[in-house]
């Protein structure tokens, strides 16, 4: 994996973090810089700058390394279980080490996500060890870099009905010190990150907001308006549908990484930006789901697999789009084809895994009430 990530060079976004890390690193301000790229990245994007001044490729080798030390910690986690099935180890083979999804992002085209879906991994692994404040400091760290990974904190610090506070607390200081730290050095360009994130109008091929578009394309006036309202009104409809999903996770007593799984596909689908790398993170959780291999998550991971294995399929051919430059030059069409489906899918896959997560849990407290049952009748014998 290493090998790829050298001999593939700069690529697709990674041009573009090139580009403002070295004009970072002669003086400018890392936002608003008129002559590269724009920044939408946070402050963690700006501190990796002087890895960059070690060798144009060794920001790409940090992304790399720290994923893989990742997965390789999920797979002992997984060869430690006493029985491993025929079916798991497929499972994790498409997950993994066929996953040309997960190889291009994090090691052909080296992106950034790759970071945040490790830093993902590592809060995962640290609430599993009960080093709440270590997962918390992870995702605030990762909320530096891209923003989307606060809105699965709530998720991922529940506990039953409980919110684990330490948790809470060590992610919101890890983020607000970081943003300080950037407000005090930079002002208030430091802002502009978010401020972009919330003004940007185009949409990744993969997500709702370019199903609806395309729907209109298609001279079905309804779902151009729908699209516009959907636009218009996009952090308020992802807002209500997080908050909707936790709402049914706290009354049901879903579990945590089952949630923030859910989470994960439902910034991804109802974002109107949502290009494919946003997906990273929930592969890395699927991963995370599969290693732990308790109740249900077998049953969770083999419903997210036809998703995993289309986006296996759609990387292939948007790498060599990229590297052929075809993309460019009118060979997007294609891919916007292949990519019309993807929203319905996304969302079935979403319903049936909410729907698995809930049975999951019924299930558990139904064996639970038996067994309590039949203790008392023990008792009373």
């Excluded at 030390?69 to 083979?93: E, G, I, P």
């Excluded at 003004?199 to 395309?214: A, T, V």
């Excluded at 075809?326 to 997007?332: K, T």
């Excluded at 299930?363 to 009748?377: D, F, H, P």
């Amino acid at each position: 994996m290493m090998l790829i990530s050298v001999q593939t060079g700069v690529l697709h976004d990674y041009y573009a973090y090139t580009r403002q890390w070295l004009s970072i690193g002669i003086g400018n301000n890392p936002w608003r810089q008129e002559a590269v790229p724009t920044n939408a990245y946070g402050p963690l994007h700006v501190a990796l700058t002087p890895v960059y001044k070690i060798s144009e490729l060794a920001p790409k080798f940090l992304f790399a390394s720290v994923l893989i030390v990742v997965l390789f910690l999920f797979l002992r986690t997984l060869l430690s279980r006493n029985y491993l099935s025929r079916m798991t180890l497929a499972f994790w083979t498409i997950l993994v080490f066929l996953n040309f999804f997960l190889i291009g992002i994090a090691f052909v085209f080296g992106l950034n996500d790759s970071l945040v879906a490790a830093l993902l991994g590592l809060a995962v692994l640290a609430r599993w060890r009960k080093a709440t404040v270590v997962a918390g400091l992870a995702i605030g760290a990762a909320a530096l870099l891209k923003f989307y990974p606060l809105l699965l904190l709530p998720a991922l610090a529940l506990d039953g009905r409980k919110i684990n506070m330490r948790l809470m607390s060590s992610a919101s200081i890890a983020f607000i010190g970081g943003f300080a730290i950037s407000l005090v050095v930079w002002g208030e360009s430091a802002l502009d990150p978010l401020l972009f994130g919330g003004s940007r109008s185009e949409s990744g091929f993969l997500s709702l907001m370019f199903y609806l578009h395309q729907m209109r394309l298609n001279g079905v006036p309804a779902f151009g308006t729908l699209a516009d309202l959907y636009e218009v009104g996009n952090i308020l409809i992802v807002g209500v549908a997080l908050v909707a999903i936790f709402g049914i996770g706290w009354w049901k007593r879903l579990d945590w990484l089952h949630l923030t799984s859910i989470s994960m596909l439902a910034i991804f689908i109802l974002g109107k930006v949502s290009h494919q790398q946003i997906l990273l993170p929930w592969i890395i959780l699927l991963v995370a789901i599969l290693a732990r291999g308790v109740g249900i998550d077998q049953k969770f991971v083999m419903a997210g697999l036809p998703v995993v294995i289309f986006l296996s399929l759609y990387q292939i051919y948007f790498d060599y789009l990229i590297r052929t430059n075809l993309y460019w030059e009118g060979g997007g069409s294609l891919l916007k084809t292949m990519a019309y489906p993807f929203a319905t899918m996304g969302l079935f896959t979403l319903v049936v895994q909410l729907g698995l997560a809930i049975r999951g849990v019924d299930r558990k407290q139904g064996v639970q009430g038996e067994t309590m049952k039949a203790e008392t009748q023990n008792r009373n014998r």
